[in-house]
């Protein structure tokens, strides 16, 4: 099973700010990475698939990078709905796993 | 627009059979991969399986020896079947669809549906 860690577990930034998330496969998985976005209550919500591919309807603030076992999300200019916890994804190979999120809190 | 909704009890006693349905609306369940995934406070988000319209699964190895999956066309639904519970089993259960080219990350999701064992 592909293990996946994300740094850091909360990350505190400004609105208007960059926000930069990190995941790491403990082994190669190609680009076969995905990002989700969860809200309290709410299920998760793809942002990003391939590793940079944005998915439809995902604002253009939102991009992934990376590829093999570092991989990167990027929100450009937070906004306040930007503000939730993020998962990533594997689908390299089954079973599919995911990290441990990281939360996105307001500074 | 297509929505999922999964059902069925909240709650269910240790060693008994935990029983979901997740039902299709507003479209078919044809041509789809489809996953059960559940996430709890110590697991975080853990796939347990898929199944595809031809009725063929794959199961999490971890939980593959209680794990039961199936497809309903006629009624535009899939259940899941997980045995012998026990309070590790405690979760929100999502049910999700699979990308259209059968790839497999998520691209619509349950709003989830919480499942607590408990005597």
């Known amino acids: 099973e592909i293990v996946m860690t994300q740094s850091p577990a909360t990350l505190s930034v400004s609105p208007g700010e960059r926000a930069t998330l990190s995941c790491r496969a403990n082994q190669s998985i190609s680009s076969t990475l995905a990002w989700y976005q969860q809200t309290p209550g709410q299920a998760p919500r793809l942002l990003i698939f391939?590793?940079?591919t944005r998915a439809a309807g995902i604002p253009a603030r939102f991009s992934g990078s990376g590829s093999g076992t570092e991989f990167t999300l990027t929100i450009s200019s937070l906004q306040s709905e930007d503000f939730a916890v993020y998962f990533c994804?594997?689908?390299?190979?089954?079973?599919?796993?995911f990290g441990q999120g990281t939360k996105l809190e307001i500074k | 627009q297509v929505q999922l909704q999964e059902s069925g009890p909240g709650l269910v006693k240790p060693s008994e059979t935990l029983s979901l349905i997740c039902t299709v609306s507003d479209g078919s369940i044809s041509s789809y991969y489809w996953s059960w995934i559940r996430q709890s406070p110590g697991k975080g988000l853990e796939w347990i399986g898929d199944?595809?319209?031809?009725?063929?699964?794959d199961y999490n190895p971890s939980l593959k020896s209680r794990v039961t999956i199936s497809l309903d066309t006629s009624k535009n639904q899939f259940s899941l079947k997980l045995s012998s519970v026990t309070a590790a089993d405690t979760a929100v259960y999502f049910c999700?669809?699979?990308?259209?080219?059968?790839?497999?990350?998520?691209?619509?999701w349950g709003p989830g549906t919480q499942v607590t064992v408990s005597s």
């Open positions: 391939g590793a940079s």
């Open positions: 999700a669809r699979h990308h259209y080219s059968g790839w497999p990350y998520f691209t619509l």
């Open positions: 994804q594997q689908y390299n190979s089954w079973p599919y796993t």
């Open positions: 199944i595809y319209v031809s009725g063929n699964t």
